[in-house]
């Protein structure tokens, strides 16, 4: 085959039809011929262009750059090489060729879109935020760019503000699945769990088989506890990729808490056999280690009991990553039918008795569960009982009515409150009590924050003085923990 300038337009014809075709790898070495007789521009775009279909990123920047030097005010050619920097991670580079492509085409929304990309990829989201606003001011419309804003607001956690984008987004273009998937995520980050549920299932109507659509919203139900519904999702997400590693994962985590052992390894091992990566290596094989996290039914025997006295659970805090023995879940129910209030209440503490020693006196069972009452939604309670659940292993020992806890730091900033005692449960009704694991009996016993001068009055006064205390102070059962010390 010879080429000529008589013949260049014909040959360069069965090229683009051979790209069009699929036939890229045939393309390219006519393109090549084409360009050893005239070293027309086009022929680089166009190979620039076949090798980023072909993954081919160095050899495709390679061609974009030889098109920037035949015909440097190309408005193209340095979106083209924007994107090849930004593919080969090389950040800093991609942002001045986008800038370059700026000073040629300043009304171009994508460039933008695109710098931002590169932006964020060097965690510099103000800069970012401010490139997705002009591309938003370029393309109003465009439902992909205002979704784009709503993930930057996220990560700078104007998270309400995101939300509100993600609306947006949504009405210009209902059927855009990706836009409910990132607006479940926000959602989920602000514990906002119901809401996330639908806006995961809206996305899931428009794509069934999103499969990180399915995965968030098994997590979605495994924060509130409901595991039926979690394995469900997961498993409709295991059918579509079946080595998915984080899939496998909170399949392992979920069969784990169940205390199904062996279909948690079953799911570890096929992670370790199919995914090498030292770090995921190390954390699978320390869950294989310590799993199950509960014992068989423990879970389910609690939540039941749990659902049935207390009411339903907005939220639970599910221990996975923990080396600590037992696991100590923190279960968050919401002001429902007859309680007014917040109830915290932990689940796996009783998992194993605690260290008892009857020679040191009193009745004392051997399986105890903690709860907080409280007049909103506290990240604090959740610290507190948590660090409560694990004293008596830790320190090889128990605690149990009247006991009492110091802490070295407050349950909040400014606060008097900075220790603990262990009173009854108050408002619960009997059956709450009348609760077994394998035939022992859990205790439940309420947690009160104390200041350090009402602790000292306790330890030198007696319990009943102090709560006489409490009681002429007018304090009830639900804890303010802004409040200031009785003494």
Known sequence: MKISNENFDLYLNNAHKLQSDGEFEKAIDLYKKLASVNEDPELYKNLGQVYLILGRVEEALRNFKTLSKLDPNNKEVYFFLGNCYSMLKRYSEAIKAFEQALELDSNNAYIYDNMANAWEELKMYNSSLECRQKAVTLKPDDSFIQCSVGNTLYKLDLKEEAIQVYKNSACLDPKFADVYYFMGNCLCSMENYKEAIQSYSMALDLDPNFIDTLNNLGNAYFDIGNLDEALSHYLKAKEIDTNNPEVL??????????GETDEALKYYDIILDNYYDELVENVVKRKKERCPIHPAGYVNARDKHYRKFIG?????????????RPFIDIYEIPPQKGRYFWTYITSGMSDTAQNVDLEQGGKITDRTEL???????SIWARKVLYNIAYYPFLHNTFVNYASTIEFDFPFI???????????????????LHEFELEG????????????????????????????????EAQMDFIVNISRKSVL
């Open 371 to 377: 709860i907080i009452y409280t007049n909103e939604k």
């Open 413 to 431: 900033e400014e606060s008097d409150l900075k220790n603990a005692i262990l009173l009854d449960t108050k408002v619960e009704e009997k059956g």
């Open 440 to 471: 022992k009996k859990v205790n439940f016993l309420r947690v009160l924050p104390i200041s350090d001068n009402e602790l000292k009055y306790k330890e030198k006064n007696g319990l009943n003085s102090l709560l006489n205390k409490f009681s």
């Open 312 to 324: 339903n659970f907005s939220r639970v805090l599910h221990t996975i990553a923990e080396d600590k």
């Open 249 to 258: 994962n909170n399949l392992g985590d979920l069969y784990s808490v169940l």
